[in-house]
């Protein structure tokens, strides 16, 4: 899936690709528990919520902007598609539907926020934060909303299609979800006028709009599609949990963001993947369970994500210095 | 005659690919008021640089009260009695008047970090009484007019105890009852035996204020006159006797267009100061030349037709239909492109490459169900344009970064091409171009009317207006002042509207405004 529209990202996107080898090899040598099926599956469906997330956002950081909102949006979709579900008894697939399409509202308005408004993204999603985290205490009546009472809702993450396929083989849903999904971001940021007008206008959004390209227009649709990746999520995490927990999520927006961070995509616009999204996520969730296994402490775990972090903004600082001298 | 205070002699400074100044001359005396004149860039700026202590000279001698001395930097200067007011001035508008004048020189007390508002108040009050300015020391600077923070900038000047005072269109922004209150002002410093250097391009401002008159171009000194006995007529001449040849100007009338319907029409386009009633229309197969000086508003013109900045009164017309233009997007559909004077931060994408940038506004043509990009399509459109315009590029997938300007210039008119754009609007097209690439752009520009493109062309360079344009508009201060034939224009009336005001009368004019 080339993109013609994303200059340079390769050697960055290589890098985080070589990392997460050089990690798996690492843990493989050090615990004999790491490079098991049971242990991967794992791995990869600790992924898949956080995954789809970062996913969703980094066509908003591919602008230039950032959505705060991410987090607490995906725990109000959560709860609306519970209300749906459970309260309304509408049918699993109404809720589910629901529950996206819900969060594509939510995106919706973040994007009117910022295109129409003017409000710097920080701003209007850190309010779209805020408005969305309380929602869903209000809506929920601050108690989770279990789905106990609606056998196969949880299989939508954790039933396995490829298991039922070939016996023995049971990735989970939720993972096969996170993939699908990435296959639609790819081709969406690759192959269609949304995905090179989010590259424009990232890169230079003056010069694109003086280009005849309604860039307000486009903004909102942006912040619209994170907006359904974060509905995704919602859904992915009641299902896996069997249950909206209205007190999660905050906190997510940022993991994702580091994801989208250490995938090699440029905070500051114009530069990005798909697939470095999805090598950062792995990246995240390889390291976490690479040193729980390792008996690290939890709280340890977080400092040497963060010092992952810091690593991965000053690979991408070189490589652009890099570029500029060359330029220059 | 009194001492003098500065003296520049054979000034010689050039800057990467330009030599800016060449034996240059400059001599401010005690007690005078001196003005500087030209076109934009004939080396006002640098040479007032060189003399704050901005940049440096490459070669020539600089003494100040008779002694050579070299500033390496504005403080430097400051220190030796030098100041510039700046025309964007430099004040901090949530500090009241003596902070700002006092700023970074606080007296201090015994406790540090502490200062002394009532002494820097009585301080300020009487350098502002000095100069004759009734304003309260404790204001916040951001309640006063741009004209009292003028004489804020001046107080704050005369607290370095400034000998030279350099005044960049110190006139630009003010109401004519203002700039007689700075002329006062003024004429209190000369008075005071101060030498002020007075950069404007209000011609008629000049005999009033100035005791004398020195006039530059492209670079050169041409020469000093007693304001005196100086005529305007002789001022502009010698401002614009840029080397041009006759031969080069354009005989044949538009191909095309003339009569019919314009291509565009515009009626008393308004927004707020900066452009007032502009009216003109643009046939199809002519190209328009835009004169005028820096902040004529002819930028302003160009984005406002263009919408990038919205007009607040008037109408536009394309191929006779009214049209409602609030943004680029909607002129873009109207068939009207602009290329900007700044191609790096408004003209292209500089880190995409080349066919991105050729295809960014016609994407929806090259896709399917406005969905699906066809990139396939895009290039060899992308492809063409390179080989029509004769783009130098290593190939269509090379980053537009990468391009000299005249090619990056030369993917912009490709994308408006590309798009189909039948209006279109040139603002400095050879700005940062080499010779060679300049006279492509002109026959492209050329061969773009031939086939039927209207073309309003914004220029500061007047043998570039004369040699392409078949009409020629002349703007000043947001008006339009002449409209010109392009066949028998020339430098001199061309600059006499650019400078002066339609009335033509500075005592007259001042007082049917006031």
């Not at chain 1, 408005?131 to 809702?153: C, E, Q």
């Not at chain 1, 709009?209 to 307000?216: A, D, F, H, I, T």
């Not at chain 2, 109408?315 to 009214?322: D, H, T």
């Not at chain 2, 002042?481 to 009336?493: F, K, M, R, W, Y």
Request: proline share 4%.
């Amino acid at each position: 899936m080339k993109n013609r529209w994303s200059s340079g990202g390769a050697l960055q996107q290589l890098l985080a690709f070589a990392s997460l080898v050089v990690l798996v090899a690492v843990f493989s040598l050090l615990s004999p528990n790491f490079f098991q099926f049971s242990n991967i599956t794992g791995i990869l469906l600790s992924t898949a919520v956080i995954g789809v997330l970062a996913l969703g956002v980094t066509f908003v950081i591919i602008t230039g902007g950032i959505d705060l909102s991410i987090g607490t949006v995906m725990t109000l979709c959560s709860v609306m598609t519970g209300v749906f579900i459970t309260f309304w008894g509408l049918p699993i697939w109404v809720g589910v539907i629901g529950g996206i399409v819900f969060g594509g509202l939510c995106g919706w308005l973040c994007g009117m926020m910022v295109a129409r408004l003017n409000i710097p993204p920080f701003i209007a999603t850190l309010a779209m934060m805020m408005v969305a985290k309380g929602l869903a205490l209000v809506i929920s009546g601050t108690r989770p909303i279990y789905f106990t009472d609606v056998p196969g809702f949880t299989r939508i993450s954790l039933g396995s299609v490829t298991g039922a396929i070939i016996p023995g083989f049971d990735i989970p849903n939720a993972v096969l979800i996170f993939f699908l999904m990435a296959i639609i971001g790819g081709i969406l940021l690759s192959r269609t006028i949304v995905g090179r007008y989010n590259f424009a206008i990232g890169s230079n959004e003056e010069a694109t709009r003086l280009s005849g390209v309604n860039v307000r227009f486009w903004k909102v649709v942006i912040y619209t599609i994170t907006g359904l990746f974060t509905g995704v999520a919602g859904v992915l995490m009641a299902s896996r949990l069997n249950s909206a927990q209205p007190a999660l999520g905050q906190g997510y927006e940022l993991e994702a963001i580091a994801a989208v961070v250490i995938g090699g995509t440029s905070l500051s616009g114009g530069k990005g993947t798909i697939v470095g999204t999805v090598i950062g996520a792995l990246i995240m969730s390889v390291l976490t369970n690479g040193l729980r296994i390792l008996s690290v402490p939890q709280e340890w775990q977080t400092v040497v994500v963060g010092a992952v972090i810091i690593l991965a903004v000053c690979a991408d600082m070189a490589r652009r210095r890099k570029g500029a001298g060359a330029h220059a | 005659m009194s001492e003098l205070l500065v003296r520049m002699e054979q000034i010689e400074k050039s800057f990467p690919g330009v030599q800016a100044l060449s034996g240059c001359e400059f001599e401010l005396r005690r007690g005078e008021v001196h003005a500087l004149v030209g076109e934009n860039g004939a080396g006002k700026s640098t040479m007032m640089k060189i003399l704050s202590g901005v940049c440096q000279r490459d070669g020539g001698t600089l003494l100040y009260k008779g002694r050579e001395v070299n500033f390496p930097n504005p403080k430097a200067a400051q220190e030796a009695g030098i100041s510039m007011i700046h025309q964007e001035l430099s004040l901090i508008p949530d500090l009241t008047v003596a902070q700002n004048i006092f700023i970074g020189r606080e007296p201090r007390l015994k406790f540090p970090l502490f200062t002394s508002d009532a002494e820097i108040n009585r301080e300020a009050r009487k350098l502002l009484g000095e100069l004759g300015v009734d304003i309260d020391p404790r204001t916040v600077v951001s309640r006063l007019t741009v004209a009292i923070q003028q004489m804020v900038e001046i107080a704050k000047a005369l607290s370095f105890q400034s000998e030279v005072l350099i005044m960049d269109e110190p006139t630009a922004a003010l109401t004519d009852s203002e700039i007689r209150e700075l002329f006062i002002v003024i004429d209190n410093l000369r008075r005071a035996g101060k030498g002020v250097i007075y950069i404007s391009h209000r011609m008629d401002e000049l005999k009033r204020i100035a005791d004398r008159i020195t006039v530059m171009r492209d670079g050169r000194y041409i020469g000093t006159l007693p304001a005196a006995e100086a005529e305007i007529g002789q001022i502009i001449s010698m401002m614009v006797g840029r080397e041009w040849n006759a031969q080069e100007r354009r005989r044949q009338p538009a191909a095309s267009g003339r009569g019919e319907v314009p291509a565009l029409e515009v009626r008393n386009l308004s927004r707020g100061n900066v452009l007032k009633n502009i009216s003109f229309s643009l046939h199809r197969g002519e190209i328009v030349g835009v004169a005028g000086l820096m902040g004529a508003g002819r930028t302003e013109l160009a984005r406002a037709v263009f919408g990038a900045d919205p007009h607040d009164g008037g109408e536009i017309r394309v191929n006779g239909r009214k049209v409602a233009i609030r943004s680029p997007h909607e002129a873009v559909r109207h068939g009207i492109a602009y290329l900007s004077e700044d191609r790096k931060r408004y003209g292209c994408v500089t880190d995409l490459p080349v066919a991105a940038n050729i295809g960014l506004p016609s994407c929806r043509r090259f896709s399917r169900y406005s969905f699906w990009v066809n990139d396939r399509a895009m290039e060899e459109a992308a492809a063409g344009m390179v080989e029509r315009l004769r783009i130098k590029t290593p190939g269509i997938h090379q980053v537009v970064k990468f391009l000299s300007g005249g090619n990056q210039q030369k993917v912009v008119i490709g994308k408006w091409l590309v798009r189909n754009c039948d209006i279109l609007i040139f603002d400095e097209p050879t700005r940062g171009i080499d010779v060679g690439a300049k006279n492509e752009i002109y026959k492209l520009m050329e061969e773009l009317a031939e086939q039927g493109k209207a073309i309003l062309m914004i220029s500061s360079e007047l043998p570039e207006i004369l040699r392409l344009s078949h009409r020629i508009l002349v703007m000043r201060e947001g008006e339009m002042t002449a409209e010109l034939d392009g066949a028998s224009a020339d430098q001199e009336t061309i600059m006499k509207y650019a400078t002066l005001s339609p009335a033509f009368g500075p005592a007259e004019q001042e007082e049917g405004k006031g």
